[in-house]
């Protein structure tokens, strides 16, 4: 069954940093491209970054490039997320998940919810001002 567990949310003061994990379990890890989403109160689930397994190019939204960086260990399946220089507007629930990813001309496109079949429970961040 597969399986990811994100966890490493919480509540920092803006200007502060975060580091959320997802574990992998359940199947062969290098199958899926591994991505976070995020979701506001009142929002739609939205891309934030993603990575092939095993190296290749990763994809950041515009709002967060610069800011955050994604990053995975093999041996331990895990995906990281290291949200740097935090926002109010990063407050959100944020979502591990696995599924498919989409590269043109060497890079990754935009990543979509419905090509991501593979949930985490989802982590909260809050960011006060």
């Known amino acids: 069954q597969v399986q990811l567990v994100d966890s490493g949310g919480g509540s920092v003061q803006a200007g502060g940093s975060l580091r959320l994990s997802c574990a992998a379990s359940?199947?062969?890890?290098?199958?899926?491209?591994m991505a976070w989403f995020r979701q506001a109160p009142g929002k739609e689930r939205e891309g934030v970054a993603a990575?092939?397994?095993?190296?290749?190019?990763?994809y950041y939204a515009g709002s967060v490039k610069g800011r955050f960086a994604i990053s995975e260990d093999r041996a331990e399946k895990t995906v990281y997320l290291q949200m740097d220089s935090l926002k109010p507007e990063d407050t959100a629930t944020y979502y591990c998940?696995?599924?498919?990813?989409?590269?043109?001309?060497?890079?990754?496109?935009?990543?979509?919810?419905?090509?991501?079949?593979?949930w985490g429970q989802g982590t909260q961040v809050t960011v006060s001002s």
């Open positions: 990575l092939f397994p095993g190296g290749g190019p990763t």
């Open positions: 998940a696995a599924g498919v990813c989409t590269m043109v001309a060497g890079a990754l496109t935009p990543i979509q919810t419905k090509y991501f079949n593979t």
């Open positions: 359940g199947y062969t890890y290098q199958s899926y491209c």
